[in-house]
């Protein structure tokens, strides 16, 4: 009796850390090469397979066209046009959250 305890007990300790090294994986900025962080500002859908998308990259913002065919380049100004979005929390997180 007290073996199984003690299995389920490992069992759990092991589980709550995968949960926890997850949990902190999510929370990470998507970073490129070379450290330049990538923020999607706003995106825009135009029709079922299209839409337009503002994306900062270090000093940069990118006005990109997202189709089913690929992504193209529309326009490049400076970012300071573009206010920072506010932060974004992971849906994953939310249901953590909600749970406790």
Known sequence: MIE???RVLCSLTVVFAIL?????L???P???RGGATVTVV???QLSRGSSVAVVKVADRALVLGVSDAGVSLLADADATLFPE???VEHPALKL???RR
């Open 4 to 6: 199984l305890v003690l």
């Open 96 to 98: 953590f959250r909600g």
């Open 30 to 32: 998507l970073v490129g």
């Open 85 to 87: 979005p506010p932060p």
């Open 42 to 44: 706003a995106r825009q």
């Open 20 to 24: 926890w090294a997850l949990a902190r």
């Open 26 to 28: 999510v929370r990470r």
